[in-house]
């Protein structure tokens, strides 16, 4: 039986589980190289409280929700800040909006039912549900896990949103080294595929691109010859947000599926 990976070298944009990832392209034949987009997670207590304090203070009209572990961070936070329950009283008297069943099950936890809500985890399928809805001169706050979502935050503001962002959790940038090389490897076509296991990694090599006026010719490689896989529909989507066209997307969102797609697809290509 062929390896659908024989000969083909394989970056991995992850910082967790990359050894487990490295031997299952091996074993299907390929040469794994790690090139960690995403540095490491903190917990951004000091950045959250002025403003939670701001949409205590102003109120907000809209509170909308990313996900689960967001919230519960975010109430923890609240908590140690002795606000929790005036947050909580702002959210219950807000409207709400929901990304992904995570978040719908924590908001159902707190007796929160959402008016609007995404159909498949995307941050575009919200961007549907919030279309009927009136947002000129609204106040907005909306919850991040780390990692901005331009689509969502340009629709709001285009709409006459006031937003304010809450990030309980921030990402500390990766190592600029990595990222040069890999966007190196990338415009010299020395790789075969780029394996992508959050949209954070998708923005950092862009947004390290955009610095570098490379992100036309990245997206040349990346549509031609270097495939990009996404463990699941937000990576996917995020790698759609910056023009890559091409992608091999399983349909199960875990990382060993991710690599049994990928050598699929070399089978049969």
Partial sequence: MSKGLTGKRVAIGASRKTDEMSTLIEKQGGFPIVRSLQGTVFLAEKEVGPNLNKVIKDG??????????GIETLLDIADKLEIKQQLVNIIQQSKIASRGYKTLSSLKKLGIYPEAQDEDGTTSSLINSLEKFDFTGKKVMVQLHGEQAPSLIKFLEEKGADVTLILPYQHIPPETETVATLCEE???????????????????????????DCVDRILTSFNNHILAVAVGKVTAEALREEGVEKMLVPEHERMGAMIMELSRYYCNH
């Fill in 60 to 69: 907000t009209d809209w509170a909308i929700f990313t996900t689960g572990i």
């Fill in 186 to 212: 990338l415009l010299e076509e020395k790789l075969d595929a780029i394996c992508f296991t959050t949209a954070v990694q998708v923005r950092s090599l862009f947004n390290f691109a955009r610095d570098n």
